[in-house]
C-alpha cells in the first residue's frame, strides 16, 4: 500500500518488495490459518480438495518467492554495478515482464506437483505427518509407485531453489567484491555490506532449509525434522522479510511517517 500510494517510491526495487510483500502475506496465510485451527480443535482434518489446494499454493507462492529473491539480487547488482544504465537496463517493461515470468513460472511449477500427487492412490493411513499438506508427507501415504514424483521434487523443484539461490549469491558476491574495489570511504562500504549482508542472510534463511528439506531422502525420522525446519521458510522469514528489507529502509519510513 506504501509503495503504491507514494510517487518517490515508484521505482524497480519498491515495485519487487511490494511483489515480495504480496508473497509473503499469500505464502503465510496458505499454512498458518489452518495450523492455528488445527492447534485450537480436537478434531484435525482438511478435505482431500483442501490438502490438494494447500499444496499447489504453498509450492505456487514458495517457488515464485525463490524466484522474485533472484530477481531482487540481480535488481540490486545492476543499481549498485551498473548505475549509469540502471534505467535502461531496469525499465518498467523489464521489471514488469521479470516479475509476471517468476509468477506463472511459479504456478506451473506447482501445478505440476499437485497433479502428480492427486493422480496417486491413497489407500493406507491418512494420517499427515506433517502441520500442513506437502508433496513428502503425502507421498509416505501413497499406495503406488511414486518414484516420478519423488524425481520431480528432488530434481525440478531442487533446480529451482538451488538455481534462484546461486544466481542470487552471484548477485551479491559480485555487490560485495565491486564495492571492496570501486568505494573509498569505510563508512559508505560499511553501510553497503551491511544491507547486503542482511539482504543475504533473509535469503540464506529462506533457501538453506527449502533445499534441506526437498533434496535430501525422506524417512520416518527425517519428518519430525522437516516439520521443525518448514517453520523457518513458512513462518519466519515472512516475518523478517518487511523487517530486514522495508523497515530498515530510510525512504520507506519517510513514506510511512508522511502517510501518518
Same mark, same amino acid.
Given at each position: ?29 496458505? /499454512? ?9 480443535? &480436537?478434531?484435525?482434518? @482438511?478435505?482431500?480438495?483442501? !490438502? @490438494? ?13 525463490? $524466484? ?12 549498485? !554495478? ?7 537496463? $531496469?525499465?518498467?517493461?523489464? !521489471? ?6 517468476? +509468477? ?6 506447482? #501445478?505440476?506437483?499437485?497433479? $502428480? ?5 491413497? !489407500? ?8 500442513? =499438506? ?16 519423488? +524425481?520431480? #521434487?528432488? &530434481?525440478? &523443484? ?37 544491507? =547486503? ?39 519466519? /522469514? ?21 502517510? $501518518?
Amino acid at each position: 500500500m506504501v509503495v503504491t500510494s507514494d510517487p518517490r517510491l515508484h521505482s524497480p526495487m519498491y515495485f519487487f518488495l511490494g511483489n515480495l510483500s504480496c508473497l509473503d502475506i499469500c505464502y503465510s496465510t496458505v /499454512t498458518l490459518p489452518k495450523m492455528l485451527e488445527n492447534f485450537l480443535s &480436537t478434531h484435525k482434518a @482438511i478435505s482431500f480438495l483442501g !490438502c @490438494i489446494s494447500q499444496l499447489h499454493f504453498f509450492h505456487f507462492l514458495g517457488s515464485t518467492e525463490s $524466484m522474485l529473491l533472484a530477481v531482487m539480487g540481480f535488481d540490486r547488482f545492476v543499481a549498485i !554495478c551498473k548505475p549509469l544504465h540502471y534505467t535502461l537496463i $531496469m525499465n518498467h517493461q523489464v !521489471c514488469l515482464q521479470m516479475a509476471v515470468t517468476a +509468477w506463472i513460472f511459479g504456478f506451473f511449477h506447482a #501445478l505440476l506437483h499437485s497433479v $502428480m500427487t492427486s493422480r496417486l492412490n491413497f !489407500c493406507g493411513s491418512n494420517h499427515i505427518h506433517h502441520f500442513f =499438506c506437502d508433496v513428502k508427507p503425502l507421498l509416505e501415504l501413497a499406495c503406488g509407485n511414486t518414484e516420478l514424483n519423488e +524425481w520431480l #521434487l528432488n &530434481t525440478v &523443484t531442487g533446480a529451482i531453489a538451488m538455481g534462484s539461490f546461486f544466481l542470487t549469491f552471484l548477485s551479491y558476491f559480485y555487490i560485495i567484491i565491486y564495492l571492496f574495489f570501486k568505494t573509498h570511504s569505510c563508512s559508505m562500504l560499511h553501510k553497503a555490506l551491511s544491507t =547486503c549482508v542482511s539482504h543475504f542472510m533473509v535469503v540464506v534463511l529462506f533457501f538453506v532449509p527449502v533445499v534441506f528439506v526437498y533434496i535430501h531422502p525422506a524417512s520416518s525420522s527425517s519428518m519430525d525434522q522437516d516439520q521443525i525446519i518448514a517453520i523457518m521458510y513458512s513462518v519466519v /522469514t515472512p516475518i523478517l522479510n518487511p523487517l530486514i528489507y522495508t523497515l530498515r529502509n530510510k525512504e520507506v519510513k519517510g513514506a510511512l511517517r508522511r502517510r $501518518m
